[in-house]
């Protein structure tokens, strides 16, 4: 397909900031292999931990992704499953747009990216998966002291999301996420790895109407006591039940 990047960003992406295309080095950027160095880490995070002063360093690294971990979710997706188009994602290769608070608020590639080699399975994801999250999610398990599983999770959460919100694209068709969905229901990876994206997340019965979305793991927000849990933690929830069996 021709269209631009900047064309996906209607319908549920019209809230996001569409990924810059540039070679320049901007002086609110920085390389995303940058993130690989503790110190220069340590010092990109600074601004964002002053607002949780005292904080659990796993807590505070796991939210400060959240924001990357989304915008490289919808842009990597939108790409990959509506232009088919392999975005350049290699830490080495892409430039992260910083917000003034600390976090990434979004990306800038070198280019458009190239079409895509592999349309079946799960090697249509391999560029995401091997040369940017791998090295980033084992540097930042490194540099935090967490499971580099809550990393993980936190990838899983947005790119389940945004898979769910596809359909409403009013580029997309209706199969256009089929990839997406098999990836997530694949236990291995196409190389036979284990597949860290492997079902993120899950719809439990609940009360209300409808299901309710439940992450698989729980990003350890709750060690910050300002937050406590997300409305889609697996602590919580479990936490809820059992009260909810204990007043019965």
């Known amino acids: 397909m021709s269209f631009a990047l900047s064309s996906l960003y209607i319908g549920p992406m019209a809230q996001l900031m569409p990924p810059r295309v540039s070679t320049r ?12 160095d503790p110190a220069r880490l ?10 949780y002063p005292g ?13 990357h971990f989304a915008s490289l979710a919808a842009t990597s997706l939108a ?3 509506i232009l088919e188009r392999d975005l350049p994602l290699a830490l080495d290769d892409l430039r992260l747009v910083l917000a003034p608070e600390g976090h990434v608020a979004g990306l800038c590639l070198k280019d458009e990216g190239r079409p895509l080699a592999e349309l079946e399975g799960t090697a249509r994801f391999t560029t995401l ?16 002291g967490a499971s580099p599983k809550v990393f993980w999770s936190n990838v899983g959460n947005y790119f389940e999301y945004f898979v769910s919100v ?14 997406a969905h098999h990836l997530m229901a694949s236990r291995t990876l196409a190389d036979g ?21 439940v992450r698989r793991l729980c990003c350890i927000r709750y060690l910050i006591d300002e937050l406590g849990y997300c409305e889609n933690c697996p602590l919580e929830c479990r ?6 069996t204990e007043a019965t």
Do not use: C
């Open 193 to 213: 790895r284990r597949n860290p994206l492997y079902q993120p997340v899950r719809y439990v019965e609940a009360s209300e109407a409808s299901p309710k979305r």
């Open 55 to 67: 904080g659990d360093r796993r807590a505070l690294v796991s939210i400060w992704t959240k924001w």
């Open 42 to 51: 340590e010092a990109l995070m600074a601004d964002f931990n002053a607002h």
């Open 239 to 244: 936490e809820r039940r059992r009260h909810q």
């Open 25 to 36: 080095t901007a002086p609110d950027t920085v390389a995303a292999s940058e993130l690989l």
């Open 129 to 144: 998966i091997d040369d940017h999250l791998t090295p980033l999610i084992e540097g930042l398990a490194a540099y935090a």
């Open 79 to 81: 790409a990959n499953l």
């Open 166 to 179: 596809l359909p409403m694209h009013p580029m997309a068709s209706s199969a256009m996420a089929e990839p």
